[in-house]
């Protein structure tokens, strides 16, 4: 008995280093894509003119690539989306952008949700420091959950990447997950989108006012995020 108790153990404990090992190859797995892919492709991206000439060039190839994109940027979580949805806007258009962006998401979305359900809080911790995670307990309500992550999803300026991985730790259907994050996302994806394509059609000074709106409406969302966080950790 006292010996298998023993094996018990060990197995145990080789269990936790393999899988404390496979968490930090993932960890430099994913900083090195982030970097030789994510940096290149936002930088190709913020190039508007070359980044029109490829799609005009490359058709409907050009649209699955860009929802390739999109999916990368979300799960990987590294990579910042604005500059992909305003470049949406400027090559394919505020409408036909739009959607491509919502497509990406909503893909993505589904694949964060499903690695988080199988791996937990160790996945969501390789991108998101602890304290992060923990300012989130206010969508912890299960009474709310789904009110509550439609409300921050719809706010432009929200942290949507962290919110992503976190809804996967909650018991919120993995359907309902995409019917919200298809839908509330909508409002802050528009306004790079329109953005992008006012530029693309060189209205500058509709550009402007649009950047405004949404720097306008990012600062209100991130006033409510906090408020929301807040109520639920009056400590700090």
Not at 62 to 69: D, E, H, K, P
Not at 106 to 129: I, N, T
């Amino acid at each position: 008995m006292k010996r298998k108790r023993e094996r018990a153990q060990l197995t145990e404990a080789h269990k936790k280093k393999i899988y404390l090992f496979a968490i930090v190859v993932a960890l430099l797995f994913i900083a090195a894509v982030g970097y030789l892919v994510g940096k290149p492709m936002v930088e190709f991206v913020r190039e508007p003119e070359r980044f029109r000439a490829w799609v005009d060039s490359s058709g409907f190839v050009s649209r699955v690539i860009f929802v390739g994109m999109v999916v990368f940027q979300l799960v990987i979580a590294l990579i910042p989306g604005e500059p992909l949805e305003m470049g949406a806007g400027y090559a394919f258009g505020a409408v036909e952008g739009t959607i491509l962006c919502i497509a990406g998401c909503v893909v993505g979305s589904a694949l964060v949700f499903l690695f988080v359900r199988r791996f937990g809080v160790k996945l969501v911790e390789v991108f998101f420091p602890r304290e992060k995670i923990r300012s989130l307990r206010f969508l912890q309500d299960s009474r709310r959950l789904n009110l509550l992550t439609f409300i921050v999803f719809f706010i432009p300026g929200t942290p949507k990447d962290l919110l992503s991985y976190f809804i996967g730790l909650t018991d919120m259907k993995l359907g309902t997950w995409l019917l919200i994050t298809a839908v509330a996302r909508i409002p802050s994806i528009v306004t790079s989108t329109v953005t992008g394509d006012a530029l693309g059609l060189k209205n500058y000074q509709f550009a402007i006012i649009a950047f405004g709106a949404t720097l306008l409406l990012s600062l209100v969302g991130i006033l409510v995020y906090r408020r929301l966080s807040a109520r639920r950790h009056p400590n700090g």
